[in-house]
């Protein structure tokens, strides 16, 4: 089921869309278009708010904003990627 979309935030950071074998840029699309956010495809669908402890390590292919909800940390995703790739672990959330 879809759920309604902040209009302050983009669906990627109102929800944990990990997994989800769309980008970024198509789930918010569809989330500014429709006025709602659509459920994660190959997820739990988990809310925002879920955290990855002390750190996670990064998955081949995939960003850590695409792995782990970072909704409520106050870093930009492009700041969270870099991390990500430099180390090779996905920071936990801030």
């Known amino acids: ?14 929800f944990d869309y990990a ?5 970024n840029a198509e789930i918010n699309t569809i989330g500014e278009e429709t006025g709602a956010c659509p459920e994660p495809e ?7 708010g879920d955290d ?3 750190g ?9 904003t695409d792995q782990i909800n970072y909704a409520e940390d106050p870093r930009s995703n492009a700041e969270i990627n870099t991390i990500g790739e430099e180390t090779g672990t996905c920071p936990p959330v801030e």
Request: net charge negative; hydrophobic share 20%; charged share 30%.
């Open 42 to 48: 190959g997820t739990e669908g988990a809310e925002a």
């Open 56 to 64: 996670t390590p990064k998955e081949p292919g995939l960003s850590c």
């Open 1 to 14: 089921m879809d759920a309604p979309k902040d209009p302050a935030q983009s669906c990627t950071d109102q």
């Open 19 to 23: 997994g989800d074998s769309r980008s």
């Open 52 to 54: 990855a402890g002390d």
